[in-house]
């Protein structure tokens, strides 16, 4: 693969990173209600998520999902429920006061990288977007190692764009803005999360 080739895809992988969808939106809201330091290992779960989907859609999970269109649906449905449960807690809370920091245990960074992995990982639409970017620009016979450089890429550009979402939200003026809207933001965020749950599972 040459280097032009190589950055086409990295430009393909980038546009994919910052498209707004499920995982964004978490950034968004963890920053906002957590901070960056929790927006930063949940960003770390999406990176992580990202990744694999990749390696699955490089180990031909495109072609897995034509034979067998059953199972696609079925991680369509379960990822959609998932993605609408998170948007019900979110909606049920939403009138709830923000606890003020420093009387509330921080979110485990485990928790948070948990939070950001299951958050990708319910949105089986990478994997198919990947696997048209993988199979449309990578050839055939590509090294092993400008495999793994694309991967790595992919989690940087995933885990950066999420943690920039999550500080953006998690500054002062911003959280002032949103404790002032709490409610309706909430509801606002619960309610594209599910619409997106909706979309997943029936699309």
């Avoid at 319910?122 to 190692?145: D, E, M, R, Y």
């Avoid at 309706?184 to 979309?199: C, E, M, Q, T």
Wanted: proline share 5%; no cysteine; aromatic share 10%.
């Amino acid at each position: 693969m040459t280097l032009a080739a190589f950055l086409a895809v990295a430009g393909l992988l980038t546009m994919g990173a910052v498209s707004p969808g499920p995982a964004v939106l978490m950034s968004a809201r963890t920053g906002v209600t957590e901070g960056v330091r929790t927006g930063f290992f949940l960003s770390l779960g999406i990176g992580a998520g990202a990744v694999f989907w990749a390696t699955l859609a490089l180990s031909g999970l495109a072609l897995v999902f034509q034979i067998a269109p059953t199972l696609l649906w079925a991680f369509k449905i379960l990822g959609g429920l998932y993605l609408v449960w998170m948007a019900i807690g979110m909606w049920r809370h939403a009138a709830d006061p923000l606890p003020v920091v420093t009387d509330v245990p921080p979110r485990s960074a485990l928790s948070a990288f948990r939070l950001g992995l299951f958050t990708q990982l319910a949105n089986p639409k990478p994997a198919v977007l990947l696997s048209a970017i993988f199979v449309g620009t990578v050839p055939p016979g590509t090294g092993a190692w400008v495999l793994v450089a694309l991967l790595a890429y992919l989690f940087l550009v995933e885990t950066g764009w999420n943690t920039i979402v999550a500080r953006i939200f998690s500054l002062d003026r911003t959280r002032a803005g949103y404790i002032s809207l709490k409610t309706v933001i909430d509801r606002s965020f619960g309610g594209l999360l599910a619409l997106l749950g909706i979309k997943i599972a029936a699309t």
